[in-house]
């Protein structure tokens, strides 16, 4: 005959008198609280949430180009991703450079004589461990990062013209529609203190070279002007610095 043994399991949590009594008298550990599970919340449905423009700002180009069919019943949402995709692709044409791009001589024709006819490219002929050269430097990466429409590229000297004296360096060489418009050797021409601001302001004293992308056409008068209200904000800049130095 089997033998059948029965286990009996109470409800989790509970506990008999018995138990308990034993639990206080410290012969058993108290049992621990019951399991319960955190209440149940459904996912939050995205597209049942409320769409507003800021629902537009965080979609990628390629998202806003796929609803291009879901927006028709609401034309304020409809025309605000037209407006975000224009935006999107204005910055794209924008931001074509914004730095200090370096070449070798293989790459002069390509990166520098057929660049587009609307884009200017500044040249600057260097080699390392000439103090102007490195000063130059810092100055063009400022202004690449400032005029991102404006191209920005850095050679060794001798790459880009054979046997180039030494005592020219830096120089800097101004292209526009595949031709030479300016040249600038060493850092005097900048004034006493070499500055990206002064530096700018030479560049843009015939030609409007310096591009921020964000003007179209601009008149050689009118990237001046921006120019100047650079170089004073950064004189009165540094003044305040000199004064708070000299303070202390």
Known sequence: MADYHFIYKD??????QWDDIQTKLGNLPAKPPPFKPAP????????????????????????????????????FLEDYRKKRLSEMRE?????????????????FVREVSQAPQDVWVIVLLYKDGFPECRLLLQCLEDL?????????????STECIPNYPDR????????????????????HNFGRRCTPESVGLVLCQVDPVLNDGHGGEQSTEAVLDGVRKKFLERVVRDHENDDGSSSD
């Open 11 to 16: 409800l989790e949590g509970s506990s008999t």
């Open 40 to 75: 149940f919340a459904p996912a939050e449905d995205q597209d049942s949430k409320p769409k507003d423009k800021s629902w537009i700002d965080n979609k990628t180009e390629e998202e806003l180009e796929d609803l291009e069919d879901d927006l028709d019943d609401d034309r």
């Open 91 to 107: 910055a794209v044409k924008i931001a074509k450079f914004g730095s200090l791009i370096p070449i070798s001589g293989s790459d």
């Open 144 to 156: 690449a990062k400032r005029y991102p429409a404006t191209k920005f590229v850095k050679i060794i």
């Open 168 to 187: 020219n360096l830096p120089t800097i060489l101004v292209y526009n529609n595949s031709a030479v418009k300016a040249t600038h050797v060493g850092v």
